[in-house]
Each structure stands twice: as structure tokens, then as C-alpha cells.
């Protein structure tokens, strides 16, 4: 019996087999909870469809850019399920051209608006659906952040602005929903070579640089931080809300690495 055995999890930007999302979703699968999936259009279903298929889960359309899809989901569960333990968000967008260059030159007005809606603004309005059926069940939220929140990483641009936000909105969403039983926190994982992260500039780069300098020397897998979500979205992390959980093989934990022979 895994030890999310009873949990229904709705998991929110499964892309491809490479995404974090469907990490997430194999871990929690495998640790016996029920899992939906959302896709976001007609492509995505595609995509989303036999993955879903694997696992066993419910599957629903989702633009979280839109309010009256973000209801008729919930509603869809509601009717489906009664109830929801575990919200996954793995939603995050800025458009292609903010992503290459320099910030100041590239970041624009919509730039900024489109990327704090999709990545932060997002967790919000899923939250404020999923909460209702997450009523006396120890529920628990979970996003996915990158050091970009907290550091300027070349080329991350705007998108480390809305990681900024959205890692307060954690914050703020564990103090509102922590008396409710419900709990909220984030994941700072390291870089991944997924569909979402293929738009950043310097991707191959950040990658070689992280293998090189985190404590393990090497990059995190969509495996490492699906088995710390399905952690944290389960009974056993229940002390833990408000957090940024890095998964990251220790590579922010590390303030300057050279070798020392010769000296």
C-alpha cells in the first residue's frame, strides 16, 4: 500500500512524457492515489490522452486562462469524485520572445501581464476552485517554482518575476488555507530539459553548469521531483506548509566551486 493510498490529485500541466507534471503524476500513481489530468486545447488532449490512459486517470479540459473552464473542472470533479486531496499546478508561460535577450530591452507590458497571469495568478484561481472539495480532508497544493524566483538567471527574464510571485503566493495562500487543513507549497526544482524549458535561452548551457557544480553532479530528473511532490502532498509531510522545497541536487546551496589543487 503506497502511502497516498485513498488520495484523489488533480494534476494540472502534464505536456508531454518528459514534463515534470507526468513525473508527478507516475509517483503519486504509484503510491496509490486516483489521479485527473487537464489538458489545456485540442493539441495538448493528443498528448494528454494516452498518458492519462496509462495511469488510469480521469481526464478534463483545462485553460486556467479562463475563469468559467477553471469552475466547469471543478464541477466536473465535484460530480466525478465529491471530494479532491491533492492539487498538482505545473502551469507556467511567457511568450518566446521575452525569453531571449536581455530583460530590459525584451520585457514588455504584455510580456509581464501574460506571464504573472499563467505561472502565478493561476495558483490562485485553481486553489480558490479546488478548495471546496478539499473540505475536512487534509488537502494539499503544490507548485513548481526554479531558482530564477530569487536569482537573475540569463535569459529566465521575466519568467524569474513570476516565479517571484508565485513563490509569495504560496506564502500567502498556506497562511489563508492553513486553518482549513489544507496546506500549500512549492517546489524549486533544478533544470529539466522539458517542452516548457526548451523556450529558454542558454537551456544546454544551464544544464552542463548545474551537472558541474551541484554537490550530487548532476541534473535532477522529472523522477526526483515527482517522489518530493508526492512527499509533500501526502499525510507524512502534514507539518509542512508555507515551504520552497529545492530539489535541485544542492546547487543553490552553493556559493562559489573551483578546485583547490595547486594552491
Not at 514588455?108 to 485553481?126: G, K, M, N, Q
Request: glycine letters at 10%; aromatic letters at 6%.
Amino acid at each position: 500500500m503506497g502511502f497516498m493510498t485513498g488520495k484523489r490529485a488533480l494534476i494540472v500541466g502534464v505536456a508531454t512524457d518528459r514534463s515534470i507534471a507526468w513525473g508527478i503524476a507516475q509517483a503519486m500513481h504509484r503510491e496509490g492515489a486516483q489521479l485527473a489530468m487537464s489538458y489545456a486545447n485540442d493539441k495538448l488532449k493528443e498528448r494528454v490522452l494516452p498518458l492519462a490512459a496509462e495511469l488510469g486517470a480521469l481526464t478534463l479540459p483545462l485553460d486556467v486562462t479562463v475563469d468559467s473552464e477553471i469552475d466547469a473542472a471543478f464541477a466536473l470533479l465535484g460530480r466525478e469524485w465529491g471530494s479532491l486531496d491533492v492539487l498538482v499546478h505545473a502551469v507556467a508561460f511567457a511568450p518566446r520572445e521575452a525569453l531571449a535577450g536581455q530583460f530590459v530591452d525584451v520585457t514588455t507590458r504584455e510580456a509581464f501581464r501574460i506571464a504573472h497571469d499563467v505561472s502565478s495568478y493561476s495558483l490562485t484561481a485553481l486553489t480558490r476552485g479546488a478548495a471546496p472539495l478539499m473540505a475536512g480532508r487534509h488537502g494539499a497544493v503544490v507548485t513548481l517554482s526554479y531558482l530564477g524566483a530569487v536569482r537573475s538567471i540569463p535569459g529566465y527574464n521575466v519568467m524569474g518575476l513570476a516565479k517571484a510571485s508565485l513563490e509569495a503566493n504560496v506564502r500567502f495562500l498556506a497562511a489563508d488555507l492553513g486553518p482549513k487543513g489544507i496546506r500549500v507549497n512549492g517546489i524549486s526544482a533544478g533544470p529539466i530539459k522539458t517542452l516548457a524549458a526548451a523556450g529558454i535561452a542558454g537551456l544546454r548551457k544551464m544544464l552542463g553548469r548545474v551537472a558541474d557544480v551541484a554537490p550530487m553532479r548532476r541534473n535532477v530528473t522529472p523522477e526526483d521531483v515527482g517522489n518530493a511532490a508526492a512527499f509533500l502532498c501526502s499525510d507524512l509531510a502534514a507539518g509542512i506548509t508555507g515551504e520552497i522545497l529545492y530539489v535541485d541536487n544542492g546547487y543553490s546551496s552553493v556559493g562559489m566551486n573551483f578546485s583547490l589543487d595547486g594552491d
